[in-house]
């Protein structure tokens, strides 16, 4: 079955990094477009990025861009999201999330999530 | 950047009975709308995609309409799992983004 399992969150300073990953199991990763979305505490959706199945393709939202690096690892069935320059407002859980059919979206699998917490 | 908007903020109704939700969106979609439910502490889950396309596994219970820029998630009678949070999205231009959400509460 399908699964993606993030980890790498966890408590950081403003102005630090900290390196997400995500774990994809289940299905052929390399043929599926992939997302970070993320969710401030008790807020609504925001997506972050976006990467094709070849790492041809990259997206970020104007939040981020500049800030955070998408990249994939397909021999590894791996998806990152380093984060550099961090700020308070960028404590959200993460989530990595699967494009439909091969597509931008929707989002038809996503991970249980990480907590990142920007705070000194 | 296309904005959605969606409401009520919340909807209070009792099982069994009818939810309609709103989605508007700031310029035209096309056929690239989709509604998620999510539970707290759980990740979304991807109910209704390209406007009225159930998702594998959703019940006959939840359908989707609209077109252009106004859109409806109906659950036609609601069971007690589906007290959640909803939440439309775009897929039609850069950035994706997502509406404010409605919360489905128990009245």
């Known amino acids: 079955q399908v699964q993606l399992v993030e980890s790498g969150g966890g408590l950081v300073k403003p102005g630090g990094s900290l390196r997400l990953s995500c774990a994809a199991s289940g299905f052929t990763f390399s043929g599926y477009y992939m997302s970070w979305i993320r969710q401030a505490p008790g807020k609504g959706l925001e997506w972050i990025s976006f990467i094709t199945g070849s790492g041809d393709v990259i997206k970020y939202a104007d939040s981020v861009r500049g800030r955070f690096t998408i990249s994939r690892d397909n021999a590894k069935n791996s998806l990152s999201l380093q984060m550099d320059s961090l700020r308070a407002d960028d404590t959200a859980v993460y989530y990595c999330?699967?494009?439909?059919?091969?597509?931008?979206?929707?989002?038809?699998?996503w991970g249980q999530g990480t907590l990142v917490t920007v705070s000194s | 950047e296309i904005v959605l908007t969606q409401s009520p903020a919340t909807l209070s109704l009792s099982p069994g009975e009818r939810a309609t939700l709103s989605c508007r969106a700031s310029q035209s979609l096309t056929s690239y709308l989709a509604w998620y439910q999510q539970k707290p502490g759980q990740a979304p889950r991807l109910l209704i995609y390209d406007i009225s396309k159930k998702a594998t596994g959703i019940p006959a219970r939840f359908s989707g309409s609209g077109s252009g820029t106004d859109f409806t998630l109906t659950i036609s009678s609601l069971e007690p799992e589906d007290f959640a949070v909803y939440y439309c999205?775009?897929?039609?231009?850069?950035?994706?983004?997502f509406g404010g959400g409605t919360k489905v509460e128990i009245k």
């Open positions: 999205q775009q897929r039609a231009n850069w950035p994706l983004t």
């Open positions: 999330a699967r494009g439909y059919a091969s597509t931008w979206g929707p989002f038809d699998y």
